[in-house]
């Protein structure tokens, strides 16, 4: 199916942009870090249009981006893999040498990250999966896909995703537990 210009636009403003914050949220579980994940919706987006001609107007948009979106993401997560690490230590160094440091800035910066953790033990949790098993969870259980959905987006058997899923609760389970005792929850199978 070829889209005039005009169509374009309207498909993608119609059936793409409102998904664009279930889109950073997905990107963001999965990149961990703001800016990555702003980054890996603009190139989903970009994909998107580029490749607009194959959307089957329609059929679910949603589950269409968040394929791409996470192909995207395996594909710059090989690339950084194979890069090795960059520090500009001159820079650095400069920086800590120079009048304007306040000696005080790295104590309170891990302070007030340390303070932004506690008390968020779940998306800590789920941020330490694996991402197969975080990637699942977040498609589930908080963007509501089927499996069938997931399996589509995923690229692998519907019994992987059950297999992958379950998997992953469980994980999720015994990471929470001892969390979900200190508010005074009891384990139902003692």
């Not at 889109?23 to 980054?39: G, V």
């Not at 995923?154 to 389970?173: C, E, F, M, Q, Y």
């Not at 015994?174 to 929850?185: H, I, M, R, T, W």
Request: aromatic share 12%.
């Amino acid at each position: 199916m070829s889209y005039e210009s005009k169509d374009k636009q309207r498909v993608f403003n119609e059936e793409f942009m409102p998904h664009i914050d279930a889109m950073y949220n997905f990107a963001y579980r999965l990149t961990l870090d703001e800016d990555d994940a702003k980054d890996l919706v603009q190139e989903t987006f970009m994909k998107a249009y580029r490749f607009i001609n194959s959307f089957e107007t329609g059929t679910n948009a949603k589950a269409w981006l968040f394929r791409i979106l996470k192909n995207s993401f395996i594909n710059n997560y090989r690339k950084k893999s194979k890069q090795p690490n960059k520090v500009d230590y001159q820079e650095v160094e400069s920086f800590y040498n120079s009048d304007s440091v306040n000696e005080n800035i790295t104590t309170d910066l891990r302070v007030e990250t340390v303070q932004h953790l506690i008390g968020d033990e779940i998306t800590n949790a789920l941020n330490s999966l694996d991402v197969d098993f975080r990637t699942v969870i977040i498609l589930c259980d908080l963007e509501g896909f089927t499996y069938e959905e997931m399996a589509k987006i995923l690229d692998i058997p519907i019994g992987t995703v059950r297999s992958r899923l379950h998997r992953a609760r469980n994980l999720l389970k015994e990471k929470l537990k001892q969390y979900a005792s200190s508010l005074g929850y009891k384990d139902k199978r003692k």
